[in-house]
């Protein structure tokens, strides 16, 4: 079955680092697109990052360029996101997406993100 698993959150204080991974499996992961996106409390869950399948292209939300990287490993089927400089209203619980046209989109159960000012 699909899965995908998030791990590498944590507490950390602003201005700290965080490298969140998700491991997939169940699907070839190689020909789907990936995304990171994140949920606040009270707010609407926003795409934070993605990166096409080969890994060729990327973007980010307005509110983490610069401070965040996605990158991914099609070898070990695992997807990353680098969380530099981190700010207290990056506070929330990030989650890992998969997707491609026509065959599905797969989620995350999510990890918790804390930043602590």
């Known amino acids: 079955q699909v899965q995908l698993v998030e791990s590498g959150?944590?507490?950390v204080q602003a201005g700290g680092s965080l490298r969140l991974s998700c491991a997939a499996s169940g699907f070839t992961f190689s020909r789907y697109d990936m995304s990171?996106?994140?949920q606040?409390?009270?707010k609407e869950r926003e795409l934070v990052a993605a990166i096409?399948?080969?890994g060729g292209s990327t973007n980010y939300a307005e509110s983490v360029k610069g401070r965040f990287t996605i990158?991914?490993?099609n070898a070990k089927t695992t997807v990353y996101l680098q969380m530099n400089?981190?700010?207290p209203e990056d506070t929330a619980v990030y989650y890992?997406?998969?997707r491609r046209v026509r065959y599905g989109v797969y989620w995350?159960?999510?990890t918790q993100v804390t930043v602590s000012s």
């Open 108 to 110: 995350g159960q999510g």
């Open 36 to 38: 990171w996106y994140r």
């Open 9 to 11: 959150g944590g507490l």
């Open 96 to 98: 890992c997406n998969a």
């Open 85 to 87: 400089s981190l700010k």
């Open 71 to 73: 990158s991914r490993d």
């Open 52 to 54: 096409t399948s080969d």
């Open 40 to 42: 606040a409390p009270g």
